[in-house]
């Protein structure tokens, strides 16, 4: 391979993320490669396929080798191919050998996250001091919303060199109207406490007290799954459970749908609601969401709630008993997502390197 002007680092190809890297490459060409760290999903929570990748890329653990063999193996990757930028998606051993080597060679680094202040402070003091040292000696800084951008600035980011690129996915499908849903709420995720899968059944047992006709579409799995279903079922609620659905048709059940609940305690951002609101569907979550104040929007598309049922019992009946409002927030909804595309995400993301270069005197 000839030498790269940009290597991106991260973990694994993530649907969406490689969406948008394959449009990124088509316009970058031969300047723009990625390392994953991770060749499938199998040491994640995830159980997503890994996706047809259309752009230049290596995975650096096909062999299932220990995480300092992958270290050494992507710090000689990096300095045979020797490109001008370093891009990081994490602050991990891979991440952190990558930041060393652009320290060693003089090579310009440049963060990319998703996260914000929430959760990086509920880590340990070793990783914020991680994440102190590597962002005040990187020059340039990607981010997916204003969250990321604060918590950037908090731990030394310089401000006029922060980028937003949004997480996105393809939006081509047609909302169904209100009238044609044929379950009220849908919860989508992994059934684990830090999504509240209980919370969710609690609310519903709390709506159905006063919506008797209230059907759930429950999507997704994990631990709490079987606690989750016996409840649904001690409370004589009218559910489906599908289980894992494939990125692929997961807006084909969405589709079928009124009202997305997120009630999660901390979440870097929220593709659910991504999901959810390109088909019309109002979103209700808490603060805790990275997409809550910023895709989401209090009173306009959804409700940003603290985890109280009895106030999420209070929005969500505002909603299904009232299909007017439910109208125009869903209509709101898909004006809301209109700047969430793949192709924004990627001009966006290619905008924010030609502009760190350029501050740095990088001619790509």
Known sequence: MNHNKIILITNVPA?????????????????????????????TKLTWDRPQLEHQHYFLNENRSSNIKIAVRLFYFLKENDPEIVITSGFNLLMSTSFIYSKLFKKKHIVFTDSWLQPVNQL??????????????????ICVGKKGREYLIKYGANSNQIFISRLADEINYIAKPFEEKEFDLVYCGQIIDRKQPLFFVEVANEISQHYPALRLLIIGTGPKETEMIERLK?????????????????????????????PTLSDPWGMVANDA?????????????????DLVVD?????????????????????LKNSDKYKIFSENSLESIKEFTLEKAASDFIYAINEISNYNGIKL
């Open 15 to 43: 649907p969406y993320r490689a969406k948008q890297y394959d449009i990124i490459g088509k316009s970058l060409g031969k300047k723009f490669f990625i390392l994953y760290t991770q060749s499938d999903f199998s040491t």
């Open 234 to 262: 001690n409370y004589n609620i009218d559910f489906k459970f599908v289980g894992f659905v494939t990125p692929k048709l997961l807006k084909e059940f969405y589709n079928k749908a009124k009202i997305l609940l997120f």
């Open 124 to 141: 340990s003091w070793l990783n914020r001091i991680i994440r102190l040292i590597v962002i005040k000696n990187s020059v340039g800084f």
């Open 299 to 319: 009173n306009y598309n959804g409700f940003i709630v603290k985890l109280d049922k009895d106030l999420w019992k209070e929005k969500i009946l505002l909603l």
């Open 277 to 293: 609101l390109s088909l019309g569907i109002p979103v209700i979550t808490t603060p805790n969401a990275g997409c809550a104040d």
